[in-house]
């Protein structure tokens, strides 16, 4: 029991407790809405606000330190001076069916010269004729004064010999896929690429700073299965997935391995999923076919299902510069988005003169340069399968072979020293060179070009001297 | 090509540029020009949207289901916009780009969407092609050895450089550049474009700065993204916005990590095509110095019209060629050929020879344009001032400033620097850029007009392109068309300049 005294002060408690809640009532009631904001300011700064460390901004007499302490990288490394690259042959005379070396003439298995065309008389006549009514250089992009009616009628042959509606041409092989692609395919679309595609298209992909999709090569399985992942995710974003642009980019035959696209398949799947093909047929372009028409004749597509299809003057033709045909509502575009096309100069119009004649050539009536290719690309291919430690890659049509050594003996230094040994006896073949910051490097090997006029003799010697240099090497 | 002068003219690097304010009534008309093309634009679009009219152009095979291939937006300008004045470019020649040019006349019946040509040759005075001293030409002793190099060398080799397609000639161009320049090696490519678009990353990569000036070309553009480094622009020009820009990149190091550059490149051009304006290029030199910093030049449009012996603006600014470090040109303006080349170091040279995605790649370039290079380069090494080479670099010198102080007295507001051979004189708007090409044409002139998105909105121009094979016939011809035209468009309206009529303006060059 509380004494009095307590039970007192808890009743003054009791009452001083109550006149204080009887002067809530009567206070103003912003007076009570800003003490409650104070109250809960004062909970935040001490449990939620976390200090701020103060940065102190630097003095100039710090800046200037930092900059004379930077020191760059020298603009280039050091150079190793024995680099293949910085020993090259140096060549004199035509490169064609045989080359002079130091002196020495031998047959050219290097060179990407297909149809001999490099040094044909009729297309040097045609040349020169050009030179006397045009000079050399265009002086001008397409747009300022550049577009010359050589270039129209070269653009109109090739859009007929295509069966097309359209045709373009670029200045440089190498820039011709590596403008085109980024003129169509922009941010956020989708690419799907063959792995195996060479440089030029990597670098148009990377240019075009698109979403890649890489499929193993020549593996539609992989293909399909990427195909699927896209679908799954369109069928959740339907909206976002009618703005996003589809292309597949393939080679028709790829350089770096040989081998045909199965095209038929692709074709159908593009039906399926909706996607655009892109194909390049730079090799296949004059090679492949009864007349040169590239993959879509060997595989006899309807070449409208292609939608773009781009290529190279300086394989075949044997000129410099690079082309696409398809539909005037694909090709159009390019005139004013691809940017090798509107910002660099035109081909020089002696150029575009021998690529004229060498269609011309090509469409002859009873010309047959096409089919014999093909028939001595499968007799080469017989001969060379016969060799033994040799792995043979690419299709028995295609007139470019890539040869590997078996086993783990297949190094950049043997083939070296293969191509070597048949440098001094007379033949001339290449190790295919390639920059280390390809997507996918391809495995060392000897890149083997067939001329069309390379007779069977030669192709024997060809695979007697590569099965000395064999035993040569691996002794 | 008559000689005006047949001692050299004196060359003094002027620091003077001169860009004048854009008048207020030229501004105000402009916008209301692009504010009227736009709403009819939107009109005939609608008009096309609902079948009223006719889609012109052409339609896609694939069946429906794709996604479009173009956004409309996209092309909006370009239908409603440069369709109509599409007769103003790609307009086909069929002879030989010199100083006068035959051009192929073309008609069309609705209104540029297709052209038909009549088959008849319009000859024209040439202002538009990049023929600065004058050697594109279909005859004379340089053909003789074009057409000798076909016969001997073909007119290709089918193979890369790193492989089998080097010829003995394209290692006598390479040290004919070197010589030609003041440098200790040089290495040529095929195309002006890639040199740059592919050699840049053989430079920079991640981790590397680029600084890169406002209005540098496509070409330098592409290759500075394909390399990965960070790219910081910086104002035309404007030397202590660069100065700043390096300042604050060296102190705050690479963006989130702050680790230091690895290396800080400038890239810059000697003459801008759309500006005619000079690189400053002491001054360049001098912050690149105090900030270790590398330099990147590129001569696409000096390199021979520039300098008192040809050799570009190192030349015109007396400068020492050692002290830039990648010096880049091509071979189409100056050299009437095709190609690029990199000029410097031996290291930089062998680096780019084992690095260069062109060597690894491409094929390599065209004897016979090859041997014309070489046929002019050994025309412009030659310092003796009765031959060739000179008569045309002292040419192409006078006409540049008879021709530049004649237009800006005329009253034409002019840009750019007083030496350079590329002239544009500011028209503002799109339909002046189409109606002075169109009325220069019916007097027999042709010259080349650009608007957006070349240069900037209001900006349109029509850009003179000088040459060594001009007399001064052809340009008092072009001068007084330009005044009759100008008056016709109301173009010449220069405060600084007063206009005043042609003859009135003939003074002695210096």
């Known amino acids: 029991m509380g004494s009095p005294a307590n039970h007192d002060n808890v009743a003054s408690l009791a009452t001083d407790f109550y006149s204080l809640l009887e002067s809530f009532k009567e206070t103003p009631f912003y007076h009570l809405l800003f003490e409650i904001f104070l109250v809960l300011t004062v909970l935040w700064l001490i449990l939620f606000r976390k200090p701020r460390r103060i940065e102190k901004k630097l003095t100039e007499k710090e800046k200037q330190e930092l900059i004379d302490e930077w020191q760059p990288e020298p603009l280039v490394p050091p150079v190793d001076a024995n680099h293949p690259a910085l020993n090259v042959r140096v060549l004199d005379g035509i490169v064609g069916k045989t080359i002079e070396i130091d002196g020495k003439k031998s047959l050219n298995f290097a060179t990407f010269n297909f149809l001999n065309f490099v040094g044909n008389p009729r297309i040097t006549d045609k040349a020169i004729q050009a030179v006397q009514k045009y000079g050399v250089g265009s002086c001008g992009p397409r747009g300022f004064y550049g577009t010359i009616d050589i270039h ?12 097309c509606e359209e045709g373009i041409i670029y200045s440089y092989g190498f820039s011709t896929v590596a403008s085109i692609i980024p003129a ?12 195996g595609v060479h440089y030029a298209i990597q670098k148009g992909v990377e240019a075009s700073r698109s979403t890649v999709k890489w499929f193993r090569h020549n593996d539609i399985s992989d293909l399909e299965r990427l195909l699927v992942e896209q679908d799954i995710h369109d069928k959740k974003n339907p909206k976002k997935a009618r703005t996003l642009r589809r292309f597949l980019i393939i080679e028709g035959l790829y350089m770096n391995y040989g081998d045909l696209c199965p095209l038929p398949r692709m074709v159908e799947l593009k039906y399926q999923y909706k996607y655009r093909i892109f194909m390049d047929e730079s090799v296949s372009f004059g090679t492949i076919g009864q007349t040169g028409r590239g993959v879509t004749e060997y595989y006899n597509i309807d070449r409208r299902k292609i939608d773009l299809i781009s290529s190279s003057l300086e394989y075949s033709v044997g000129s410099i510069g690079g082309f696409a045909v398809g539909s005037s509502f694909v090709v ?144 | 090509m008559t000689v005006r002068d047949p001692t050299p003219v004196p060359e003094h690097p002027s620091l003077e540029e001169v860009y004048e304010a854009t008048p207020f009534s030229e501004a105000f008309w402009t916008y209301v020009n692009y504010i009227i093309l736009n709403i009819f634009g939107w009109f005939r679009d609608f008009l096309r949207r609902t079948r009223i009219e006719n889609r012109k152009g052409s339609a896609e095979y694939n069946p429906s289901g794709f996604v479009p291939l173009y956004q409309s937006y996209e092309s909006f300008y370009t239908r409603n916009v440069y369709q109509r004045i599409a007769d103003c470019f790609n ?92 440098t200790e090696d040089a290495i040529a490519f095929g195309m002006g474009f890639a040199t740059n678009a592919l050699n840049i990353s053989s430079l920079c990569g991640k981790g590397c700065l680029i600084l890169s000036d406002e209005l540098n070309h496509t070409s330098l553009v592409l290759g500075a993204r394909l390399s990965g480094a960070v790219i910081k622009v910086y104002k035309h020009n404007d030397m202590k916005h660069l100065e700043r820009l390096l300042r604050d990149s060296i102190v705050s190091g690479q963006p989130r990590t702050h680790r230091p550059w690895q290396k800080i490149l400038i890239i810059v051009e000697g003459v801008y095509s759309m500006e005619g304006s000079l690189c400053k290029l002491p001054e360049l030199i001098e912050l690149k110095k105090k900030y270790r910093a590398y330099l990147y030049l590129d001569e696409a449009h000096s390199i021979g019209a520039m300098g008192s012996r040809g050799r ?5 600014w007396k400068c020492d060629v050692n002290d830039v470090d990648v010096l880049m040109g091509t071979f189409t303006k100056s050299f009437a050929a095709a ?114 998105p070349a240069t900037p909105l209001v900006l349109g121009r029509v850009r003179f392109c000088l040459s060594a094979s001009h007399t001064k016939e052809m340009l008092d011809d072009v001068l007084k068309y330009a005044e009759e035209v100008g008056d016709l468009l109301n173009m010449r309206q220069s405060k600084l300049n007063p206009k005043k009529p042609f003859h009135e303006t003939e003074l002695i060059a210096h």
């Not at chain 1, 129209?152 to 010999?161: N, T």
């Not at chain 2, 000179?390 to 102080?405: G, H, M, P, S, V």
Request: aromatic share 8%.
């Open chain 1, 152 to 163: 129209l009628e070269l653009e109109e042959r090739l859009a007929h010999f295509f069966n």
């Open chain 1, 184 to 195: 169509y395919s922009k941010r956020n679309d989708i690419l799907f690429v063959d792995e």
């Open chain 1, 332 to 475: 159009d575009h390019q005139r004013l988005s691809a940017q090798g096309y509107c910002f660099s100069a035109s081909l020089p119009p002696l150029l575009a003169a021998a690529a004229i004649e060498a269609l011309n050539i090509m469409e002859e009536e009873d010309t047959t340069l096409c089919d014999t290719l093909m028939e001595k690309s499968k007799r080469l291919h017989q001969k060379l399968l016969d060799i033994k430690g040799y792995l043979i890659v690419g299709e028995d049509i295609s007139p470019l072979k890539h040869l590997r050594l078996t086993n783990s003996q297949n190094t950049v230094a043997r083939l070296e020293e293969i191509v070597e040994f048949a440098q001094t006896r007379g033949i001339t073949i290449t190790v295919a060179r390639y920059l280390n910051d390809e997507h996918r490097l391809p495995e060392p090997s000897i890149r083997l070009i067939l001329n069309v006029e390379m007779t069977d003799e030669e192709l024997e010697f060809l695979c007697t001297v590569l099965q000395e240099a064999r035993v040569k090497v691996t002794v």
């Open chain 2, 339 to 452: 190609g690029g080349y990199i000029a410097g170091k031996k290291e930089l040279i062998d680096h780019i020879r084992i690095n260069s995605h062109a060597c690894a790649y491409a094929i390599s370039m065209s004897p016979p344009v090859v041997e014309q290079i070489i046929s002019v380069l050994n025309l412009l090494i030659d310092d003796d001032e009765t031959r060739e080479g000179r008569k045309r670099i002292n040419q192409l010198a006078w006409n540049t400033r008879y021709f530049r102080q004649r237009l800006s007295k005329m009253g034409f507001i002019v840009y750019g620097h007083p030496h350079s051979p590329v002239v544009p004189a500011l028209l503002y708007s799109p339909s002046k850029i189409a109606a002075f090409n169109r009325e220069m044409l019916k007097r027999g002139v042709s010259v080349v007009t650009v608007g957006f």
């Open chain 2, 91 to 182: 307009r086909p020649i069929g002879g030989v780009p010199g100083g006068k040019l035959d051009l192929m006349e073309r008609v069309t019946e609705d209104y540029n969407w297709s052209f038909n040509f009549t088959g008849n040759k319009i000859t024209t005075i040439n202002l538009g092609s990049y023929n600065y001293l004058g050697f594109a030409n279909n005859n004379g002793p340089i053909a003789d050895n074009v057409i000798e190099s076909i016969k001997e060398n073909g007119l290709a080799t089918a193979s890369s450089t790193q492989e089998f397609g080097n010829l003995k000639q394209h290692r006598k161009l390479e040290s004919l550049v070197a010589q030609f320049l003041g």
């Open chain 2, 312 to 316: 570009g603006v190192v030349d015109y």
